[in-house]
């Protein structure tokens, strides 16, 4: 007879931040002490910049309080209006920042199997007010960057992407960040690598490097010079030394999850109607969250009930990104909002479940997830 799995004896959520060792912590906050720099591009910043190359490539980086205000400053920099191409299946802020500059998302479906902006669909949603595409690396997949780069170049339109999940993830050997005008990656607390709050812009172009710089304070060009209108989006020294206490622990994190996800796979790719992301694509995958997919044709039971369920064994899982943008109150009534243009979209968002990923997770708890999982797919809904 098989044994229930036990329920975790403390919640198990699904991500939990990287910390460093506390003293290390305090050194730099001594040397903040010491000059009494707490913010506008102190030594910390300055340094962070620096080192954040070796992670996100050689373009030009401005870092920020947090990704969305990162993203909405590049929406601004970039001049974009009117219409915004973008993906349903995403975090609140990607059409957000869109709507708070009076732009309109316009949402078109995605790709099956990435789960980004399907390519093939972005044309037939260009009209004459179409001034760029706003598209986001889910959990880390890159987009079809080619495919994004050609429609934008032949129609004249910008590429923003929202990478937030991307941090160190490449295509062909190339930094993501080298792909579009600009790429943001959020810092939060629950990114892989963070600065408890936190976000950066990367892009090729020094012009638009000086003109995010600009922008992130308030405009201000010098003591006596304000040259655009700006907001205050720069991150602070607290959140560059949390950074800097970090980078060097992006590796080994990355190696656990790795492990984790491993098990995580060999346990879960055998369920029927479960399918389990890859691992070993031509792409340097971020290990940002780790997403299940839920088919309740063959499962017999819904994602939502396994999501329910597994809160019994002390599991929080989340369902990022359902319900999608297209459902939340300020875009359902958008004729590109309708289900029928969005199927694709609408059926992953009713399948995804990310599980809980991160390095301190350890093998032997991932495997008790994997048990947990297994044991409600079996019992079926209750
Ligand atoms: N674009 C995309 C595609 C994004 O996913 C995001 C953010 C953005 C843009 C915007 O970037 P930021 O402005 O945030 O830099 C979380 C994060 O707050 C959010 O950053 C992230 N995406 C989103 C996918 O997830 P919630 O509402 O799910 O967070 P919360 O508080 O429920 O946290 C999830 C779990 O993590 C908690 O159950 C416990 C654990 N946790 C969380 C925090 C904050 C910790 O253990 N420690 C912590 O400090 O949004």
Sequence with gaps: MSTQPRPFEQPIYVARPMLPEFADYTRHLEAIWKCAILSNGGPQHIELERRLHAHLGEGHISLFNNGTNALMTAVKALDL???????????????????????????????????????????????????GILAVHVYGNPCDVWAIEHIARKRGLKVLYDGAHAFGTKVEGRPIATFGDATMFSFHATKLFHTAEGGAIVMNDANLKRRMDLLKNFGIADEVTVRAVGVNSKMNELQAAMG????????????????????????????PGVTVPRLADPVVDSLQYYCLRIDRRE??????AVYDALKHYNIFARRYFYPLCSDYDPYRDLPSSARENLPVANRVGEEVLCLPFFGALGTEAAERVCAAVASVIAEGPR
């Design 244 to 271: 800097l206490c970090l980078v060097d622990a992006v590796a080994e994190e990355k190696a656990k999850r790795h492990a984790v996800a491993e098990v995580y796979n060999e346990r879960l790719a055998g369920l």
């Design 81 to 131: 209006s009117g219409e915004v191409i973008t993906t349903p299946f995403t975090f609140a802020a990607t059409p957000h920042v869109l709507s708070w500059h009076g732009i309109r998302p316009v949402f078109v479906d995605i790709d099956e199997h990435s789960m980004t902006l399907d390519p093939g669909k972005i044309e037939a949603a260009i009209t004459p007010q179409t001034t």
């Design 299 to 304: 499962t017999g039971i819904s994602r939502d």
